[in-house]
């Protein structure tokens, strides 16, 4: 079974500018979170989505924002980019009824 | 004082010794415990989880999960080179299926040959 993929894998943009990810969970999954990888701040939760509906949302300003689709697939937002945007940020999925979370490979934004 | 504690290390353990690394955390109601193993430029992987107070084994490595101190382990035995990576801790709260976990920063752990 293919495991969690994002896309896409490297990013590379300037202040103000806005990105798009994107992330496929696993086979059957539907429940998705989405988390920022920092090395100050190490791994912090942003939200997660479930049936097209946000579950919970970490503690982020509504810069970042995100979506998931009817299959599934979830993306993210972040407008107005800034510096400190620059990070790792990692999807994972779930099944449903269980609380494991599998990561994918990541997308690593760097901010100039 | 943060939610999830780990010492962020440098672990060095020779090879084929026994590696032991700790997490505290700190709300109570917490009831969904795991360990992540992380390579350098590389994203989480799951390796335990842990849900009951005691231990559980997998293989070379073993969680320990203490409630009433609010603390739960990972040995790891026969250490390996391949072994050395950085170990998240993370911590689910509540029963529900919500997702979020609150990880530790991580030890970093180092099996020298």
């Known amino acids: 079974k293919a495991g969690v993929t994002q896309t896409p894998r490297y990013l590379i943009k300037t202040r103000g500018q806005q990105v798009t990810l994107s992330c496929s969970p696993i086979?059957?999954?539907?429940?998705v979170s989405w988390y920022q990888q920092t090395p100050g701040q190490g791994l912090q939760f942003l939200f997660e989505?479930?049936?097209?509906?946000?579950?919970n949302k970490g503690n982020f300003p509504g810069r970042f924002s995100g979506r998931q689709f009817s299959n599934s697939r979830s993306e993210m937002n972040v407008s107005t980019l800034e510096l400190g945007d620059s990070a790792l940020y990692l999807c994972a999925s779930s099944l449903e009824g269980t609380v494991e979370q599998f990561f994918g490979p990541g997308t690593r934004l760097t901010v100039l | 004082q943060k939610e999830v504690e780990q010492n962020s290390g440098p672990l060095s353990v020779p090879e084929g010794a026994i590696a032991s690394l700790n997490c505290t955390y700190s709300?109570?109601?917490?009831?969904?415990f795991f360990w992540y193993r992380q390579y350098s430029g590389k994203s989480p992987e799951l390796i335990m989880s842990i849900y009951s107070n005691g231990d559980k084994e997998d293989g070379r490595f073993t969680a320990q999960l203490n409630k009433a101190s609010q603390y739960v382990s990972l040995l790891i035995r026969d250490s390996q080179p391949s072994d050395s990576a950085t170990y998240l801790c993370a911590v689910k709260r509540g029963s529900s299926n919500t997702g979020k976990l609150i990880f530790g920063q991580g030890t970093t752990l180092q099996v020298k040959p």
């Open positions: 989505y479930f049936s097209e509906t946000q579950r």
């Open positions: 086979s059957g999954h539907r429940s």
């Open positions: 709300d109570r109601v917490s009831q969904s």
